[in-house]
């Protein structure tokens, strides 16, 4: 995937790691990037500091009219950036309704795969391009305490392993991101190291470009990662202690 000259869309472009990958993009040469976003007024903000290179676009990936919208107008597009998520921080048994993980299930899941279908033609019309899905350490690791969001990434990731397979003959790369901890307005309740969001979009970028399928994108997410192939009953009680 060449990363200059390219067109990109990044959902949930408007802040934190999706602003990130908007602004990491157009210094690595990115031609145009289309920030969607919820509310237009904060892409328009946005697009008003570099109006050469951004687009903004109304897109609520729950909306399949805003989804199927977005695919007609942005027929240029060689890279698909789903970063849009929600985490609610509730429980899936002491939440009072199931309205928060179904929230959850729609935008970081259905989400996803909803962009997937919408932009799999343009891609393939555009010489195959790449798909980068950012995903979560608590998309490998069932994080009690997380409500719907560890099992909304858990699917999102396996989606993005058949998504891949389904698109690997139009040529079309699925990388998904294994993000740790960032300072982002999602992450404001937790207190640790956190990377920045324009590291996870650098290394998101480095991973469209060489095809690859599954990257851990900071040091939170190795050191998840590695605790959970050296000591995983461990790793699980760990995080459960740490959310009681
Ligand atoms: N921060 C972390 O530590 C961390 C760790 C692991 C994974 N991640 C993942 O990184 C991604 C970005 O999160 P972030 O940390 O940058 O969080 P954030 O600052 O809370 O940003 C979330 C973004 O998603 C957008 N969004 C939410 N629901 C949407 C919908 N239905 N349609 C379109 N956009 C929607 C938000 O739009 P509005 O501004 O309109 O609300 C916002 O742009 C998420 O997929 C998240 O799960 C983050």
Redesign the pocket.
């Known amino acids: 995937m060449d990363i200059k000259d390219c067109v990109a869309i990044v959902?949930?472009?408007?802040?934190?790691?999706?602003?990130?990958f908007v602004t990491e993009l157009v210094k690595a040469g990115a031609k145009k990037v289309y920030i969607?976003?919820?509310?237009l007024e904060?892409g328009k903000a946005i697009v008003a500091t570099d109006p050469e290179h951004l687009v903004a676009i109304a897109?609520?990936?729950?909306?399949p009219e805003q989804v199927a919208a977005a695919a007609a107008k942005c027929t240029d597009v060689s890279l698909v950036v789903?970063?849009?998520?929600?985490?609610v921080n509730q429980r899936l048994i002491g939440a009072a309704t199931m309205d928060a993980m179904r929230?959850e299930m729609?935008?970081?899941y259905f989400?996803v795969v909803s962009m997937c279908r919408a932009f799999a033609p343009v891609l393939k019309k555009n010489g195959g391009g790449a798909i980068v899905n950012?995903?979560?350490?608590?998309g490998i690791v069932a994080v009690p305490g997380m409500g719907g969001?560890s099992p909304s990434?858990f699917a999102s990731r396996a989606a993005s392993t058949c998504i891949r397979a389904e698109l690997a003959g139009q040529g079309t790369t699925v990388s998904a991101?294994i993000?740790?901890?960032?300072?982002?307005?999602?992450?404001a309740h937790?207190q640790r190291e956190?990377?920045s969001?324009e590291a996870?979009a650098r290394a998101g970028i480095a991973a469209a470009r060489a095809g690859i399928e599954e990257m851990d994108t900071d040091p939170?997410?190795m050191e998840v990662r590695a605790a959970l192939h050296r000591d995983p009953r461990g790793l699980a009680d760990a995080m459960a202690a740490s959310v009681r």
């Open positions: 959902t949930g472009g408007n802040r934190g790691i999706g602003l990130g969607g976003c919820r509310s904060d897109l609520d990936v729950t909306k789903n970063n849009a998520g929600a985490f929230t729609e935008v970081n989400g950012v995903l979560s350490a608590g969001y990434k991101l993000v740790g901890s960032v300072d982002t307005r999602m992450a937790i956190k990377s969001p996870i939170h997410a």
